[in-house]
């Protein structure tokens, strides 16, 4: 079967986030006092008293950039956490955050949306499903109750997918 690996955000975009976001918006730290955050840089929940920002971020804009797609009305910026000093990335085995209902949101290599699934837990068929289709390039899994971007995931064997 085939792996299918969770990205968290890239740690030079981080770099970039943690000066100013994707909204062109500076950086605002806060302590977390409540913990649970879905932090987006290591791909877990934050723990009370760490340092976190609410940043915007644009995922597929960004994924754009790199594979030279144009997503054109598909391009969205939402809120994703992150630590707001650097991380050790993530240090996962299987999917981050667990337990709930996620959308798993399928992109051509073009950046067009070409579907999406309501998935009841994020497991390895979810992605079987949704590279069956030759024409998927991209999927990002999103929160149910905000919509939310929590993660990516590529084609596997296309670096630049």
């Not at 994924?63 to 797609?69: F, H, L, M, Q, R």
């Not at 959308?103 to 998935?119: C, D, H, K, P, W």
Request: a negative charge.
């Amino acid at each position: 079967m085939t792996t299918y690996t969770a990205r968290a955000i890239d740690p030079a975009v981080l770099k970039e986030l943690r000066v100013s976001d994707d909204a062109g918006r500076p950086m605002r730290p806060s302590v977390d006092e409540e913990g649970g955050a879905p932090l987006r840089c290591c791909l877990r929940r934050s723990v009370t008293g760490e340092r976190i920002a609410l940043v915007s971020y644009a995922p597929l804009r960004r994924w754009a950039v790199e594979t030279g797609a144009d997503p054109g009305a598909y391009d969205e910026q939402g809120p994703v956490f992150i630590h707001a000093d650097d991380c050790a990335g993530p240090e996962l085995s299987g999917y981050p955050f667990p337990g709930a209902h996620r959308t798993v949101r399928r992109y051509s290599a073009e950046g067009r949306i070409l579907g999406g699934r309501l998935v009841p837990a994020v497991v390895p068929e979810a992605f079987v499903d949704a590279f069956a289709d030759p024409a998927v390039a991209l999927v990002q899994v999103r929160a149910v109750e905000y919509g939310c971007f929590l993660y990516e995931v590529r084609r596997p064997g296309n670096p630049t997918a």
